[in-house]
């Protein structure tokens, strides 16, 4: 390959866990302190485009401008793919969201999965999706959930390499839940979930608790995905998602990332399922609001969430697939 030849671009959307990840057994390595399981959201995606470098150097530009405070990760990933690949060039790196970045939609997530297949495509190094999930793990920990589609579990194997596994457990088009997105704050959170995840582990007296109960959560939603039971999948997500952010009230200081639009969002879904519309919210490091719901109740909740006041717009978003490369 060229200096500055044709770009090899991957597409990769964000997931949303629904038993949640939060905290780190091994921060060095990346590895994840509890398991998780996740949707996959196809109608969002990072677009993420790689080729040899013209001078030798990496170079990375994020919906074009460089970006130092992300450049960093970006390139310990390259790194990280250089060594399993066995390639020494420099490469050129240019990625866009369509959704907004760093305010609690798994940009990460997207942004790194799409990396990994896009770059070790260009590397050659013939990765399977097994080793390409575990590379990308190690730039963010909910990427490697990213690769997948569907819905997506990632567990915890100590002591062995890797560490993690992840694995479809079902795919999207077999239970095609819709996600509605309520945007209520649009700006980077004002603490990152890497740096956030740390003060919880060291500061919070529920932390072991967290850990100790989230195998249990897991089994839990894993049974309800596979029998497609959506009462008992809301109950343990929900459960999940105001554990989490128990824990990160908790912490010291605390980390608050709910607006007040997304508590009025969350009691309005409370309202709507007690009512019996098929829905139930789940909310990770930020402030956006992810009401999960049966196909027949979209336009219902997003009408309802629309009157919600701050919330100030709504994204919708079917099960998608997992990472792939677009031809050009």
């Given at each position: 390959m060229t200096p500055g030849s044709q770009w090899i671009e991957a597409c990769a959307h964000p997931n949303i866990a629904l038993v949640k990840y939060w905290g780190k057994l091994d921060v060095a390595a990346n590895i994840p302190a509890v398991p998780s399981l996740s949707i996959t959201l196809g109608g969002l995606q990072t677009r993420t485009r790689v080729r040899l470098s013209r001078d030798g150097k990496d170079h990375f530009l994020f919906e074009g401008r460089a970006r130092p405070e992300m450049e960093q990760r970006v390139i310990g990933c390259l790194d990280e793919l250089r060594r399993e690949c066995g390639f020494s060039g420099a490469v050129e790196v240019e990625s866009d969201n369509d959704f907004p970045t760093a305010a609690g939609l798994a940009s990460s997530a997207s942004g790194f999965a799409a990396l990994v297949l896009a770059a070790s495509t260009m590397m050659g190094g013939g990765l399977s999706r097994e080793k390409m999930s575990e590379l990308a793990r190690r730039a963010s920990g909910s990427a490697a959930r990213s690769l997948l589609g569907g819905f997506v579990e990632l567990s915890l194997h100590p002591g062995e390499n890797p560490p993690t596994r992840t694995r479809e457990i079902l795919p999207a088009s077999e239970w095609p839940l819709e996600v509605l997105i309520a945007i209520t704050d649009s700006s980077a959170k004002s603490v990152s979930s890497t740096a956030g995840m740390e003060l919880s582990r060291n500061t919070s007296p529920y932390y072991g608790a967290w850990v100790d109960s989230s195998a249990e959560d897991l089994r839990g939603a894993r049974e309800a995905v596979l029998?497609?039971?959506?009462e008992a999948l809301a109950e343990i997500s929900e459960h999940s998602c105001l554990k989490m952010h128990a824990l990160m009230l908790s912490?010291?200081?605390?980390?608050?990332?709910?607006?007040?639009?997304?508590?009025?969002?969350?009691?309005?879904?409370?309202?709507?399922?007690?009512?019996?519309?098929?829905?139930f919210f789940t909310v990770d490091a930020g402030p956006q609001v992810k009401a999960v719901c049966l196909p027949e109740a979209v336009e219902e909740v997003r009408e309802a969430l629309a009157e919600v006041p701050g919330v100030l717009d709504i994204l919708h978003s079917p099960l998608g697939e997992g990472a792939f490369l677009i031809e050009t």
């Open positions: 029998n497609r039971d959506f912490t010291r200081p605390g980390l608050l990332y709910f607006k007040g639009a997304t508590v009025g969002c969350l009691h309005l879904i409370r309202r709507l399922r007690a009512e019996g519309r098929p829905v």
